[in-house]
């Protein structure tokens, strides 16, 4: 099998994947990968990704200029564009709306918070991206302002991308997102996150190399996020241990959406004006009997009449 046709058959293999796990609904999502130096090769736009074959795939150059297929190139292919014109070391790229995920885009919340050891030592930190509308110039100007640091990121209100040195690469850093979102929402859930200290951070950053993984850019320093319009750093909120290695959970009051306004309210903590310090456990959760609560609601219905 010639090397055009085994990746014909993988993007085929990899949008199967995608929309078994629910990944993409109906036409969503993208795919494309590099062919030789100066082709792509594409998903078409107005196809379920469940249900493609080999031929459907579209051929173009670096401008987006259409040299093979019959169909015609994704509607995101701008995006796509943008991401190889960044990171000459990519060559393949991944776009679908994985649920988790993007509720956690819709939210505002990114996934930088170190939580997984596994995330870590492969992703490092999965920003949001501003909001662009699907299919137009702004969305590359978006993807633009996070690719040349990160592997992965979250596209506000629409979905996640991701990138890889090869086709499989990038789709199993797309499942590690979902994955990585759905036991954040479940450990949130349950009232916490407790966070891997800076220092472990640090040293699972240092084994990348053990793993063959290479991070398209350090971590930020630990005093601060870098510049909002040239990112050269991976964010992570990852509070010093001090000889801890797990570390109780701290909302830092940067982060967005409602955790972050909410602990900028009361200055990340239990304690307002306090920030850094854990929160407290009756600010995570309410326990009450059933007759306690029935007692609430009889009150509740009574003030009213």
């Known amino acids: 099998m010639s090397t055009e046709s085994s990746l014909r058959a993988d993007i085929v293999e990899v949008g199967r994947r995608m929309y078994a796990r629910g990944y993409t609904a ?17 998903t078409p736009k107005g196809v379920c990704k469940g249900f493609m074959s080999p031929d459907m795939m579209c051929i173009t150059d670096l401008a987006g200029v259409k040299l093979e297929g019959d169909r015609d190139p994704s509607s995101e292919m701008l995006m796509h564009l943008e991401v ?5 070391d990519v060559h393949a790229v991944v776009h679908a709306h994985p649920p988790t995920a993007t509720g956690f885009a819709v ?3 990114p996934l930088d918070r170190a939580v997984l050891a596994e995330v870590l030592a492969t992703l490092g930190s999965i920003p949001i991206a501003d909001y662009a509308t699907p299919s137009t110039k702004e969305l590359p100007e978006a993807v633009r302002k996070y690719i040349k640091a990160y592997d992965g990121m979250l596209l506000a209100n629409h979905g996640a991308l991701t990138v890889g040195p090869d086709l499989f690469g990038a789709y199993y850093k797309m499942e590690t997102i979902e994955h990585f979102a759905k036991i954040s929402l479940v450990a949130r859930m349950l009232g916490r996150e407790n966070l891997i200290a800076r220092e472990e951070v640090e040293h699972l950053q240092a084994l990348r190399g053990t793993y063959g993984i290479k991070a398209p850019a350090p971590l930020c320093p630990p005093d601060g996020k870098p510049a909002e319009d040239d990112p050269t750093c991976q964010f992570v909120q990852a509070p010093s241990g001090t ?11 940067r982060a967005g959406g409602a955790a972050g306004e909410a ?12 920030p850094g310090t854990p929160r407290s456990n009756d600010e995570t959760e309410i326990r009450l009997t059933y007759h306690e609560l029935s007692a609430l609601i009889e009150d509740a219905i009574r003030s009213l009449r």
């Open 26 to 42: 109906s036409n969503d999502g993208n795919i494309s990968v590099r062919l030789g130096a100066d082709r792509l090769l594409m």
């Open 84 to 88: 190889y014109r960044q990171r000459p």
């Open 107 to 109: 939210a505002g919340i």
């Open 243 to 253: 000889g801890v290695r797990l570390v109780p959970d701290v909302i830092d009051p």
């Open 263 to 274: 602990a900028r309210a009361r200055g990340a903590s239990g304690a307002p004006g306090v």
